[in-house]
């Protein structure tokens, strides 16, 4: 790859008109996933974050519009043909969506599913098409392989067909790969299986933006993390930062609701008051200062823009000033009051 | 590793695995049987006889004379004396020929039609299914009578006016399944993988609506078969000497009294076929759903 990040978004916005009117599912949302990185977006349910990848790869609901700028490899995706979003999706970006076994067509072979997007684009004759699909699932640890091919997506287990929908979303040999809550649906010893797996992806050099609001997925795997709450991205930073010193009273609150096994011993799991703010009544302010203990009146007024985190290396250079090409920092928070230091975590 | 599969096996195609799901369900089979005999003696029964479908027997003491091996007239022959078992297959011959080709006409364009429309969705299929609306609307006797008075009456017209009729609800169901399909994951992933819409309807969408279609079809064929009866009444359909089930059966039901062989014989052909393809069908239904096999 080339210098520059493999997939660049840029003040991502997505908006659905309803029968309520407008409604806001993202908006402001700015990251990087470079080769062989793996970015995580954290949140809960109704956040945006499945929006984002709908949205990257073309595929939101007809009501919903996007605004904004995705390149991937250089080329444009927002406001693109089907011709070219075709050809970036399967070959540029994999998608490995959250349900394998709704994922998988029901009626065709796996060799079929496996096979379709290389025979389609005659990337392969039938018989290299057949050669790597077995290679495919060897390389996701399938055992027979042979007679996988032969079988119907309901004759796996839900851990295969997860598995089997990886070396389908892996096929056309994408650049970067999206996964949207790929684990979430699988029980914990398949999780930490198909984690593995995604991270092989990565070490080979894919892009990976994973999906997800299980932070053990995410500190397992990711490179950098992402959190998004209500539709905006509120902390972004490396993944060992993010867990020892959060900024964000959201990502900290996040973290304290994690059971832990290790170090200090906690009475007992603090959960977040309330409830997320609905997309369609979204205050001037942070969305997130009902909810949080340390808001004041300033935060209930005005939103608090992402800044760079003091004391992190602040941003990459920029390459010019078009929307395109603006640098996003690698840490950054937004939030009035963030949280200084770990002592502050209560 | 397993023991190799044969390298051949693994390009068997939707209906290669469906013939062998089809092959263990035996009401499928003995109907599929029955069918093929059916057609077989539809195609070769009229030379068995050593009568025509025209010819009138005057050697015997009445002209409708009841079934007998010994005067050849094996069915029996109709009021005006003519070899019921010729005219039975002849007849079978042609309800066949205008059933299973109309039904082909009503599933091809219905299929297509309300594939894309419910795929493709929002404005596409808003005007694609208002232009099969404004069809229903037309009063399809009307249409039919239309049709043979600019081109003339033949067979051709008769099964291209009932499969053009008959595609118009095949398409409202198609649609409706297409559009719920259109929601699922799976296709969202297919659109993932970067397939071209066409290539989606057919491989991804279509083979989900088989099972749908092939109980529809099923349920058509009868349909077509009396509505030809019905056009043939009218003057519009097969015109003597040539004829077809369904008119067997309503010239027998005049006779009921005096010959019932008349009403009986064509009745039992057409209740079997209908049968067996309604047998045929269910099996295929399952044969195609390969989440059915044991």
Redesign the interface.
């Known amino acids: 790859m080339t210098a520059g990040p493999l997939l660049q978004v840029r003040d991502l916005a997505v908006d659905f008109s309803t029968s309520q009117g407008e409604v806001q599912a993202v908006s402001g949302v700015s990251f990087d996933v470079r080769a062989g990185e793996c970015l995580a977006v954290v949140g809960e349910s109704g956040s945006g974050k499945t929006q984002v990848l709908m949205a990257c ?1 073309g ?1 939101l609901a ?1 009501n919903g519009t996007t605004r904004g700028s995705v390149q991937f490899a250089g080329r444009e995706l927002i406001g693109a043909n089907e011709r070219l ?7 540029g ?3 490995l ?3 394998p076994l ?7 072979r796996i ?2 599913l496996l096979t ?2 290389l025979l ?2 005659g990337l392969a004759s ?1 018989d290299e098409a ?1 050669e790597r699909a077995l290679r495919a699932l060897a390389e996701v640890e399938i055992p ?1 392989p ?2 996988r ?2 079988q ?1 997506p ?1 004759e796996l287990s839900g851990g295969m067909r997860q598995r089997v ?1 990886l070396a ?2 892996l096929m ?1 040999g994408p650049q970067l790969l999206f996964a949207d809550e790929p684990t979430t649906a699988l029980d914990v010893s398949v999780q930490a299986r198909v984690l593995k797996l995604l991270a092989g992806v990565r070490d080979r050099g894919v892009g990976v933006l994973i999906i997800t609001h299980d932070l053990g997925v995410v500190a397992g795997l990711a490179d950098r993390v992402a959190v998004m709450y209500s539709g905006r991205i509120v902390e972004t930073a490396t993944t060992d930062e993010l867990f020892s010193a959060p900024r964000h009273p959201y990502t900290a609150a996040l973290l304290a609701a994690v059971p832990r096994l290790h170090g200090v011993a906690q009475s007992r799991l603090v959960g977040i008051p309330g409830d997320p703010p609905q997309p369609s009544a979204r205050s001037p302010g942070c969305a997130f200062a009902p909810r949080c203990d340390r808001a004041v009146e300033r935060c209930g007024d005005s939103r608090p823009e992402l800044t760079p985190s003091a004391g992190v290396n602040p941003c990459m250079t920029a390459q010019g000033d078009s929307i395109a090409a603006r640098a996003v920092p690698l840490a950054a928070v937004a939030c009035h009051r963030p949280l200084q230091d770990r002592a502050e975590i209560a | ?2 023991e ?2 044969p390298a051949d ?3 068997q195609s ?1 209906w290669g695995d469906a013939w062998q799901r089809l092959k263990h369900s035996r009401a499928a089979i003995v109907a599929a049987a029955l069918l093929l005999l059916v057609c077989a003696l539809a195609l070769v029964g009229p030379w068995l006889s050593a009568y025509t479908v025209e010819q009138v027997d005057w050697t015997q003491a009445t002209l409708a004379t009841p079934p007998s091996l010994a005067s050849g007239h094996w069915f029996g022959t109709d009021a005006n004396g003519r070899d019921l078992f010729v005219r039975v297959w002849i007849g079978t011959r042609m309800s066949l020929l205008v059933a299973v080709l109309a039904t082909i006409v009503s599933v091809v364009i219905g299929v297509a039609w309300g594939a894309t429309a419910g795929y493709l ?2 404005r596409v299929d808003g005007w694609m299914m208002r232009f099969v609306d404004v069809l229903y609307a037309l009063p399809y006797m009307f249409f039919v009578i239309i049709l043979t008075v600019v081109f003339g009456r033949s067979l051709v017209l008769i099964f291209l006016a009932i499969g053009a009729v008959g595609w118009l609800t095949m398409a409202r169901i198609v649609r409706g399944q297409a559009l719920a399909l259109r929601q ?13 819409p066409a ?1 989606i309807i057919a ?2 969408i279509v ?2 609506v088989l099972g749908t279609v092939i109980v529809y079809a099923t349920l058509t064929v009868p349909q077509v078969i009396l509505f030809e009866s019905f056009l043939s009444f009218l003057g519009l359909g097969v015109q003597e000497p040539l004829t077809s089930l369904g008119r067997l059966v309503a010239e027998g039901a005049l006779e009921m009294e005096s010959s019932p062989w008349l009403l009986l014989v064509p009745s039992a052909v057409l209740a079997s076929v209908l049968l067996c393809l309604n047998f045929l069908g269910d099996g295929l239904r399952d044969a ?4 059915q ?1 044991r």
């Not at chain 1, 979003?85 to 070959?91: A, E, S, Y």
């Not at chain 1, 709704?102 to 065709?108: Q, V």
Request: a positive charge.
């Open positions: 790869l595929l007809s979003l075709n050809t970036v999706r399967g070959t970006i994999g998608l969506s959250q349900d709704s994922s998988l067509t029901p009626h065709l060799e079929t379709e997007g389609d684009r039938r057949h027979e042979q007679a091919l032969r119907y309901h929908a389908a979303a056309c | 590793m397993v190799a599969v096996s693994r390009r939707l969705g929002g699922r994951e799976f296709v969202e992933a297919a659109i993932a993988l970067g397939l071209p290539t491989r991804h083979p989900n195609l759903d390969p989440r096999r």
